[in-house]
């Protein structure tokens, strides 16, 4: 393709495409690019309570967004991280939180202190959540935001808010710098007989949306990079066999927790994230194990407050397209691919993907090493998120249904054994740029699941024993001294950022 590019075709509206349009809006403008979104009212989205990972204040910044407008326009609360109920086995429960562990002691991290304590007093429950401020505001219920100050811990957090109103959020941002919104359905795609590239998009009325690149965000179908192009999935269901969620919402639960809750369930796992005026909940679960009816009826007795709705059935592939960028077609949301929303990265490969797409946007025509180093880059995304999830099927003990013991037995990658082996050996987890999991989460989930590395790093013992009791010491009191000024969660929102819906709540 050797035309200048100036006009992007967004095709799918949802979360992924008012992302997309208000990302490009901002970076690229609206003067010289044509940024058009075409989607349908017909076709709904998932629409789902969504939560967030930290990387989203980055991109919220990025906008200029106000962040208690944000929040109280999407019915949004704050996210510490990740609770896990009976993961490891029924009755024990452990914490995924955004930020690190202790602090690192000449140049070296502090897991590998923190494990030389636990060896030395002869093993136990692993605590290290107590050398974590998320952890601890989260066991409180406790949020606040916090400045950086050196030899303090902050506090790390991300969101959990309806994801049709935060499209709705930014697709007013979007429309207001100038993206311009086509209502209809698209019937036929057109491409250019010899390069196969899609020149334009037609919609019932006959009208033809043209453009120089499209950006496919139509979903599951992905109507563009697989239905007109044939790009091709790779299926990850030999490692992450679940296929189906059960989704519905509920009342609000009494009090807002500032964290996502994942409880492990006979055929999967369901998720719980509160809202200021509903609490978002789905069970997703492998379709071998447990039927559609099944799941759905088991998920409404495992609710917080009434159903507002009934279980609403999603069905999926977990894996990814062999490109994400094919010809002049960029895949990004659920078009590009799917991972299990069992560590929030949904919202994040979207925006990670509009980022990367930026940084190599072919402004004088397609290259095809750009498009080469973009996939390479998406495909890093995808493999570790992948090998990070399926650690927590792998590691753990339970084996009280066929599904556990399914996921218990089966192979995994190399990647992901690789890093097992290290991580029992030394205490070391393989975690590198550009990953999105690093340290701190892997050691979060691998020993909440059970793996407790038999080793540290040597330069852990250059400490003498009474050094290392005051240094664990220092930093527990620093968390503690950290969490206790900050307000409960609810009473946070209520002062900052409280909604419509729940200041009628009160008002009630």
């Not at 967030?52 to 106000?66: C, H, M, Q, S, V």
């Not at 007093?121 to 974590?132: F, L």
């Not at 139509?218 to 299926?235: C, V």
């Not at 999926?316 to 990265?345: D, H, I, Q, Y």
Request: proline residues 4%; contains cysteine; negative net charge.
């Amino acid at each position: 393709m050797d035309s200048v590019v100036k006009k992007i075709v967004i095709v799918g509206g949802g979360t992924a495409g008012w992302m997309t349009a208000a990302c490009f809006a901002k970076a690229l403008g609206t003067h010289f690019y044509d940024i058009t979104l075409v989607e349908s009212e017909e076709i709904g989205t998932v629409g789902v309570g969504e939560a967030t990972i930290p990387a989203i204040i980055e991109f919220n910044n990025f906008l200029g967004i106000d962040e208690n407008e944000f929040v109280r326009e999407t019915n949004g609360t704050f996210k510490l991280g990740i609770e896990f109920v009976d993961w490891r086995q029924k009755g024990v429960t452990y914490f995924h939180p955004f930020g690190l562990y202790g602090f690192d002691i000449a140049g070296f991290t502090f897991p590998h202190y923190y494990f030389r304590h636990y060896i030395q007093r002869g093993g136990g429950p692993v605590d290290i959540g107590k050398y974590n401020a998320e952890t601890e505001a989260a066991s409180q219920g406790r949020f606040g935001r916090v400045k950086p100050e050196v030899g303090k811990p902050t506090v790390n957090y991300a969101y959990q808010f309806d994801a049709s109103l935060y499209a709705r959020f930014l697709r007013r941002y979007a429309e207001t710098r100038g993206v311009v919104r086509q209502e209809g359905k698209i019937v036929q795609v057109h491409q250019n007989p010899e390069t196969g590239y899609v020149t334009s998009v037609q919609l019932t009325d006959g009208r033809h949306v043209e453009g120089d690149i499209f950006i496919d965000c139509s979903g599951f179908r992905g109507l563009l990079i697989e239905e007109t192009l044939k790009t091709g999935y790779i299926d990850w269901s030999r490692w992450l066999p679940m296929n189906r969620a059960a989704a519905v919402p509920c009342e609000r639960v009494d009090v807002l927790t500032p964290f996502t809750r994942c409880t492990a369930r006979e055929a999967g796992w369901q998720w719980r994230i509160p809202l200021q005026h509903r609490t978002g909940n789905g069970y997703v679960f492998c379709s071998d194990f447990i039927s559609e009816d099944e799941a759905a009826a088991t998920v409404l007795t495992r609710l917080d407050g009434k159903a507002l709705a009934d279980p609403k059935i999603l069905r999926f592939v977990t894996g990814r397209r062999k490109k994400a960028w094919n010809k002049n077609v960029v895949a990004l949301g659920l078009a590009s691919g799917f991972l299990e929303p069992l560590e929030s990265t949904s919202i994040h490969l979207v925006q990670s993907g509009a980022f990367k797409f930026l940084a190599l946007f072919p402004r004088h025509g397609i290259n095809p090493h750009i498009v080469d180093e973009y996939n390479r880059q998406v495909e890093l995304d995808y493999e570790n998120i992948k090998d990070f999830i399926i650690a927590h099927y792998k590691v753990t003990e339970r084996d009280d249904t066929p599904f556990w013991r399914h996921v218990q037995q089966m192979s995994i990658p190399d990647s992901l054994q690789a890093r097992f082996d290290v991580f029992r050996a030394t205490s070391q987890t393989l975690a590198r740029e550009p990953e999105l999991f690093r340290e701190v989460s892997w050691v979060a989930i691998l020993t909440g699941q059970g793996m407790i590395p038999e080793d540290y790093h040597p330069a852990a013992d250059a400490l003498d024993d009474d050094d290392l009791r005051l240094q664990l010491g220092r930093w527990r009191s620093a968390v503690l001294e950290r969490v206790k000024p900050l307000p409960l969660h609810e009473d946070y929102i209520r002062r900052n950022c409280a909604s419509e819906a729940l200041k009628m709540l009160y008002a009630g």
